[in-house]
């Protein structure tokens, strides 16, 4: 498990469905720094402890699909 270390920005968390059919769920941050946006998806068992505009703590969850290494949010949680 990864755990940010900058601030960023809590926007929003989107469900979608693919064009096979299948929903999920994405996770919407912002780096206030470099002004730049990250979506990731989100993990099935998904927390999130923080309002929207919030600047925010992120774990991300590893995990391999095929060759590929992917990075899944397992929670979001207000920074103190």
């Known amino acids: ?12 968390i989107i469900t979608k469905i ?9 996770v919407v941050l912002s780096d206030p720094i470099n002004y ?3 979506e990731f ?7 999130i402890n ?11 969850l ?3 699909n095929g060759y590929n290494i992917t990075f899944s949010v397992q929670s ?3 920074k103190k």
């Open 1 to 12: 498990m990864f755990k940010s270390m900058n601030d960023l920005i809590f926007r929003d």
């Open 18 to 26: 693919s064009k096979t059919g299948n929903e999920y769920t994405q």
């Open 36 to 38: 730049e946006t990250y």
């Open 41 to 47: 998806f989100a993990a099935s068992n998904v927390v």
């Open 50 to 60: 923080a309002q929207k505009g919030d600047l925010v703590e992120v774990e991300l």
């Open 62 to 64: 590893c995990g391999k």
């Open 76 to 78: 979001v949680r207000t």
